[in-house]
């Protein structure tokens, strides 16, 4: 593997960055690059091929994954394979691909890992469009994820987002919400949160959409509505568990389309980036991307029975 390493270098300095990187320079072949930009991170994927480099690995959490993968989705030939090396918060799509969350260990693992094909979602949202590689939620995820701000997180560390639910819940949303799947008609709905995965995780490892995979060309779907706050602790013992889309509450869709719009308009974090309030459309891009998994790697999950 001749792989470029993409470092955020606006992220805070540490002992352990530096025993990463001069690990990877012992591997040899290696290029430590350092973005300050989105756009530094873009350019340096464009000039993998050119360069020499058949492999880019975004080092950092899951905002440097997002920011990599959206520059592997503007090369439009010869896209590198793409892994990631996690230093984050949550490192979310790190756990989908199995990898060790120790960064040297993590290192090991890069170099002999397996590689399989990774779906990517395009999100368009008020004319712009972004790529989305983990989860989009939006509604009682959005307000968790607004409540997680720098402070929470450098206060709290892998606690930040629970400490923001606990925020969050205290001004929970009621939302009217129109849903389209796959071109279909309209479908009216109460929810207080939508989630909209490729990959398994968000918020620091919690499993939002436990059956989801990156390579079976379509979006998970988890639709919550709302209801008495003895229904939501229910929900939210079963989300803990792993299992909670079995709940009444909670429903299950799939789709390789949506669009999504509601009154008051939600709040959706994508990939850990809070977008403007507004209708959204989600359309999956599948196998567009290769990427490197870990040996805890699944491909996918069997649905738990309901309890």
């Not at 440097?64 to 918060?89: D, E, I, Q, Y």
Request: hydrophobic letters at 45%.
């Amino acid at each position: 593997m001749k792989a470029r390493w993409i470092f955020n270098s606006n992220a805070r300095k540490s002992e352990a960055a530096d025993e990463l990187q001069e690990a990877i320079r012992a591997i040899g072949g290696q290029d430590i690059y350092l973005s300050e930009h989105p756009d530094h991170t873009a350019e340096a994927v464009a000039c993998c091929h050119g360069e020499g480099f058949d492999t880019v690995i975004a080092c950092g959490g899951d905002g440097t994954v997002n920011s990599v993968v959206s520059g592997l989705m503007a090369c439009k030939k010869h896209r590198p394979t793409f892994g990631v090396l996690p230093m984050g918060t949550g490192n979310d799509f790190a756990r989908t691909l199995g990898m060790p969350l120790i960064g040297l260990e993590a290192i090991e693992v890069l170099q002999v890992a397996e590689r399989r094909p990774c779906d990517v979602a395009n999100v368009l949202c008020r004319g712009e469009s972004r790529i989305s590689v983990n989860v989009s939620a939006g509604g009682f995820s959005g307000q968790v994820s607004e409540a997680a701000t720098d402070e929470v997180k450098s206060a709290w560390g892998s606690l930040a987002y629970l400490r923001s639910a606990v925020t969050a819940i205290r001004e929970l949303t009621r939302f009217h919400t129109r849903v389209r799947f796959d071109g279909g008609p309209a479908e009216e709905m109460e929810l207080i949160n939508v989630i909209v995965a490729n990959a398994r995780t968000a918020a620091g490892g919690t499993v939002v959409a436990p059956q989801a995979s990156i390579e079976d060309g379509l979006f998970d779907v988890v639709l919550v509505r709302g209801g008495t706050l003895l229904d939501l602790t229910g929900v939210a013992a079963r989300l803990i568990a792993g299992e909670y889309t079995a709940h009444d509450l909670v429903e299950l869709r799939r789709c390789k389309t949506l669009a999504v719009e509601s009154d008051p308009a939600m709040t959706f974090n994508v990939d850990g980036d809070l977008l403007d309030p507004g209708p959204l459309e989600f359309e999956l891009i599948a196998g567009a991307i290769d990427v490197l998994v870990g040996p805890e790697y699944v491909p996918t999950v069997e649905a738990k029975p309901a309890v």
